[in-house]
């Protein structure tokens, strides 16, 4: 790290012009972004997906059901099949719909009961945004048909339920005002921080970091589909990461001024130091990004490729451009000087020493509060939000109670197709389809190209999370080994081949993560416990977001207040190991800052309780700043379009504030007290193995005077 700083410092004219140029061509680059994401869903070799990809050939559909129109004759009389056909033939004119009806079918499993009412299913081709362009069409179609029948109609739909809690989606702000809003708030937290111009630093740098990653993952997406969620968390997390890595060393530049070096000995010593945990921090958050590239999801590699570049591009960054604008202008910007550096935080030194006084009581207190946070986790589901948690009024919602009053269950919003080869044996599969428990029909489409014919099996109840998809498992043993047989895919098969293709291997996944961050770690800090628990307490504060999330989104304990969306019932499939790989790494950020300048307080003292008053007196103001710049950057990602993505935002901000206060201000140094002398151990042969100096077993140094510096 030192012959980094002696590098750029003597390069400043090169490393200033290098960045400038990135800084123009990121601008550039993040205008053409956004067209060439993916909004890519698909699980390659799972049933589910390969049968969409059929099924999109051959039919030319999507695989979820688009519209569930619902048809009611006047009070008295049943529901006349050709007008029924007369409906449909009239929505069938708009390109791109299919339509399966009790008018072209006869079939009476169409009809509720008394058959006064009936319901279409109808298909259109997938979304490729967060709204439906032919919605509001096939809405007009339907009516304006139904009227010159004598017939009333209205639509109801899972996406359609889905657009009824969520009014506000497509209102959401773009991925710059989202960038602003969060940009605001760290300004307002690093003036606290700073008391001095030098507040704009950091925003400096992580804008050049911030268009620099744009311009990467630019380039990314020449070789490899890149998520279109990637955009917001570029923005948002490549602000939070940035500032924060600018945060620390900015800090410890002052600190070291505070002490009398002069400014370009202040720079070096802060690269030396602080540049160090910045560097050991964008490496293991990197890799606990990078590991989600081995799931074989294409959604979920993208994000970890591209959100692996967001620390990378920040901790550069951070390296070499901001210590050269210090080197420069950072005397002349710091002004007025305020806030002094030359002595360690009153109040959280106070607190580091009331932690180590009464150690056992901190560790109680805080494990108890993060089991409390757990403990709605064992109710996790997985999948998507159920029809019951979605829109709780409106026309989507009355149309689907109707259809419950009239015997007709959840099931039809979420139909399986169920693809075979064209001919007789397309009837035998659906005759066998009907007769499995959960099963409301199966109807035989009309053949699509390719000799293949859709047969759409209907279950009773919807299959949108992992408590309901048996039935589909079912449908898929009865009818595999019939003549014909292709796949059955739809929501609940997309549900199964998600726990099958991403669930199955994460504990894989996070063995892998864990491994690498704590050899990673086993280095930085010179220390075989200090990573271990490190490790440890993370895995339990990602435990405990979980659990709080599962009790604010799946159980509706805030979601409708803050956001008026009502409970989802269940997380979304590729949520968990997005939340887990960012908050792994996020929050691991925090470990690193305050344990590495624990380590260094102790190789100067040999006191435990001198480095944890020491560490945590210099480190938590800056871990809470921090924290709070990541919070309001989450923030503001949570006015995005989508529940998915605030769903994602919310975690992320709380998983933050629950790590930088219960976790790092609390557990973390009341740990390292209890562990005592048995925290800075390294065996000679490890280190050697691990090019460092060792650190042998000492008995722990007593200090007469707590401020001893």
């Not at 719909?97 to 079918?105: A, H």
């Not at 400014?263 to 964008?282: C, F, K, M, Q, R």
């Not at 806030?339 to 150690?359: L, P, Q, T």
Request: hydrophobic share 50%; charged share 15%.
């Amino acid at each position: 790290m030192s012959t980094c700083a002696h590098f750029v410092l003597r390069h400043r004219r090169w490393v200033i012009a290098f960045w400038l140029v990135v800084l123009l061509a990121g601008g550039t680059a993040a205008g053409h972004l956004p067209s060439r994401l993916s909004s890519d869903f698909s699980l390659p070799g799972q049933e589910g997906s390969e049968t969409q990809s059929q099924l999109a050939r051959s039919y030319g559909i999507s695989a979820d059901l688009g519209y569930l129109p619902v048809l009611t004759a006047p009070a008295g009389r049943p529901i006349d099949r050709a007008d029924v056909t007369a409906v449909a033939n009239r929505i069938r004119t708009i390109p791109g719909i299919r339509v399966l009806d009790y008018g072209t079918t006869g079939d009476p499993a169409f009809l509720t009961e008394g058959g006064q009412s009936t319901f279409l299913l109808v298909y259109g081709p997938q979304p490729t945004g967060f709204t439906d362009p032919l919605a509001v069409t096939v809405d007009r179609t339907v009516k304006t048909a139904a009227r010159q029948h004598g017939l009333t109609a209205a639509v109801t739909g899972y996406n359609q339920l889905a657009a009824g809690s969520t009014s506000g989606d497509d209102g959401g702000l773009s991925v710059l005002g989202e960038t602003l809003i969060g940009a605001l708030g760290a300004l307002l937290v690093l003036a606290f921080v700073f008391a001095s111009f030098l507040a704009l630093l950091p925003l400096v740098v992580a804008g050049v970091s911030i268009l620099a990653t744009f311009l990467v993952v630019l380039g990314l997406t020449t070789f490899t589909d890149v998520s279109f969620v990637v955009q917001f968390l570029i923005a948002l997390v490549g602000l939070g990461v940035a500032i924060d890595y600018s945060l620390l060393l900015v800090s410890r530049w002052r600190e070291e001024r505070a002490r009398g070096r002069s400014n370009d000995e202040a720079v070096i010593t802060a690269v030396t130091t602080a540049g160090h945990a910045v560097l050991a921090s964008g490496i293991t958050v990197a890799i606990s990004l990078v590991a989600l590239v081995t799931v074989d999801v294409p959604l979920i590699r993208s994000m970890g490729f591209g959100g692996m570049v967001i620390p990378v591009i920040s901790t550069l960054v951070v390296l070499t451009l901001l210590p050269v604008l210090l080197s420069l202008a950072g005397p002349r910007i710091d002004r007025p000087r305020i806030r002094k550096e030359a002595r360690v935080s009153r109040a959280w030194a106070a607190w580091a020493r009331g932690v180590v006084r009464y150690r056992w009581a901190a560790a109680a207190t805080a494990l108890g509060a993060l089991a409390l946070a757990i403990v709605p986790v064992f109710g996790l589901q997985i999948g998507q939000a159920g029809s019951a948690s979605l829109a709780h009024s409106g026309v989507a919602h009355d149309t689907l109670a109707a259809l419950d009053a009239g015997g007709v269950g959840s099931g039809v919003l979420t139909p399986m197709p169920l693809l075979v080869r064209s001919g007789p044996q397309a009837s035998a599969v659906a005759a066998v389809a009907r007769r499995v428990p959960g099963v409301r029909m199966a109807v035989v489409a009309p053949p699509g190209r390719d000799g293949v014919t859709e047969v759409v099996v209907v279950p009773t109840h919807e299959t949108v999370d992992n408590s309901s998809v048996a039935v589909v498992s079912s449908v898929r043993e009865a009818t595999r080994n019939l003549p014909g047989y292709i796949g059955v895919t739809g929501r609940g098969a997309v549900v199964l081949d998600y726990q099958r293709a991403v669930f199955d291997d994460f504990p894989y996944v996070l063995g892998l993560i864990a491994l690498v961050t704590y050899v990673l770690l086993v280095r930085t800090f010179r220390s075989l416990l200090l990573p271990l628990k490190a490790v440890l307490l993370n895995l339990v504060s990602v435990a405990a977001v979980f659990g709080m999330i599962t009790w604010f989104w799946q159980d509706g304990h805030g979601s409708n207040a803050v956001f008026g969306i009502a409970a989802t019932g269940a997380l979304t499939f590729w949520l968990p190991v997005l939340i887990f790989a960012f908050l792994f790494g996020l929050s691991m950020d925090y470990e690193v800052f305050i344990l590495a300048r624990m380590r260094e307080e102790y190789d100067r003292t040999g006191s435990t309780a001198y480095a944890v008053e020491h560490g945590l007196g210099r480190t938590g103001r800056l871990v809470t700043s921090a924290a709070l710049i990541l919070f309001f950057a989450f923030a503001a990602l949570a006015s995005a379009p989508g529940t998915d993505i605030r769903v994602l935002a919310t975690a992320l901000g709380a998983g933050i504030l629950l790590d930088a206060t219960v976790v790092r201000a609390l557990l973390v140094p009341a740990t390292v007290s209890l562990l005592g002398k048995y925290n800075w151990w390294l065996p000679a042969g490890l280190a050697r193995l691990l090019r460092v100096e060792p650190s042998p077993l000492t008995p722990d140094t007593r200090l007469r005077d707590a401020n001893h510096s």
